[in-house]
């Protein structure tokens, strides 16, 4: 695994936490567009409305569940990603890392930030990304935790 592919893991989970939350969305205006018909007529069980309510509000719950399970799962990839970019010894390569891996910022936003040009904060990125590169081969060697 290469490093940008290591680091871009909270990336993917996140990813997936959002699009989770879309679903949830458009579930939730489906179950509340749901209307019932009053009439005189007696019912016996369920009617398409309720049923596509409640198929709604349960895929609901299912998707909660899995938002949560995910965020669990992005708080100790992060955690464990910070971990290895706090060992890049210089500090604008980390800067830049971080911003772009743990605070998940948009390019634009990670050269605002710095303060300097596009040019030299993709230099600190690929030197970043080279020395992690090299954080996580010692690692997979075993020298470091």
Do not use: F
Not at 7 to 34: F, M, P, Y
Not at 91 to 117: F, N, S
């Amino acid at each position: 695994m290469t490093a940008k592919e290591y680091l871009s893991q909270g990336i993917v989970i996140q990813n997936k936490i959002d699009s989770n939350l879309e679903q949830i969305l458009v579930l939730w205006a489906l179950a509340t567009r749901v209307t019932s018909a009053l009439t005189g007529m007696p019912r016996s069980g369920m009617t398409e409305g309720s049923s596509a309510m409640e198929n709604a509000v349960c895929n609901i719950q299912l998707i909660i569940a899995d938002v949560e399970a995910d965020s669990a799962r992005l708080r100790e990839k992060l955690a464990e990603i910070r971990k290895v970019i706090d060992q890049v010894e210089n500090p604008d390569w980390r800067d830049v890392l971080t911003y772009k891996y743990l605070c998940l910022m948009p390019w634009k936003e990670i050269i605002r930030k710095v303060g300097k040009g596009r040019t030299t904060v993709m230099d600190w990125y690929r030197n970043g990304l080279h020395a992690v590169e090299g954080i996580l081969l010692e690692r997979e060697n075993g020298h470091s935790a």
